[in-house]
């Protein structure tokens, strides 16, 4: 059996960055880590590549997206999520930056050794490609291996490689064409951290364009799909529920600072006073100048 090393993922990924991986322990089955660093944003196409590449990330939050056999996934580069790029895919990249992160370059021989230690019956597990997917059970093994990568202690290897079986069975059993198998179907609505995650990322982004395409693929849906579980969900559409957190965003600022009118509502995505004004008073029965006045 041929052992990948890592190296040419962290090759390509640095290919496309300004600012490369540096890899550190090889670990059983020739997997690789990073340290957490920092790189400037990117827009390319990422080669098919010889390992899992799995990503967790530090700091301010970013937009990133990608477009994988003509499917579009997008989401927010938070603390707690996880992308995964499994073995084989190909695809194009938009990230914005700056951004930091630590890597896992795992090995299929590694995740099928993990596989096979699990249940003697579990054999040719695939991962399921994921964008800023919210696991923190993965993200905090992934920060722990980062910190071994970066100790150079001599039993930073040996502890490293513990750390990876926890991961490896965290990858089976929740993005895995085995976890596909064994999950039960879901409830039709969305569950409270799809919700949570949705409005987190409306919050974020009160004063950009938010696209119903963006949203839907933060929880990897279709529009149609993702728009019907978030009404069965909430009661509300997604429109609905964005204007109810841009408007309760500009009560805020009208009540709490000096900005212009205009300025308020451009704080909170809306490019014309007349719209801003349209959606404050269909909302709250009055003009956001009245409030101000009332203060």
Known sequence: M?????????????????????????????????QRWRHGEFHASLPA??????????????????HVDGKR??????PGSVTIIPEG?????????????????????RLQEAARSLSSGISGVELIGRICFDDPVASRILEILSHEA????????????????????????????????????????????????????????????IRLDDLAGLLQMSRFHFCTAFRLATGQTPH?????????????????????VTSVGLAVGYQTPSSFAAAFRKVTGVAPSSLRRGR
């Open 73 to 78: 996934g997008s989401g927010r580069t938070r």
């Open 240 to 260: 609905e529920w964005l204007t109810a957190l841009r408007i309760g965003q500009a009560r805020h600022l009208l009540m709490t600072t000096e900005l212009p």
């Open 89 to 109: 895919q190909d695809g194009r990249w938009d990230v914005a930056g700056p951004i930091e992160v630590s890597h896992v370059y795992l090995s299929s021989q």
């Open 150 to 209: 970066a100790s150079g202690d001599a039993s930073s290897s040996l502890f490293a490689d513990h750390a990876l079986d926890l991961l490896c069975a965290q990858l089976i059993r929740g993005h895995s064409s085995q976890s596909a198998i064994s999950t039960p179907p879901a409830r039709k609505g969305l569950v409270d951290w799809q919700v949570r995650r949705v409005t987190d990322y409306m919050k974020d982004a009160l004063d950009q364009e």
């Open 49 to 66: 590549m010889d390992t899992h590449v799995i990503m967790t990330y530090y700091g301010a939050a970013q937009n990133s997206s990608c």
């Open 2 to 34: 041929t052992t990948t090393t890592g190296s040419d993922a962290a090759v390509a990924i640095g290919g496309i960055l300004d600012q490369p991986p540096t890899l550190a322990n090889v670990l059983r089955g020739g997997t690789r880590l990073t």
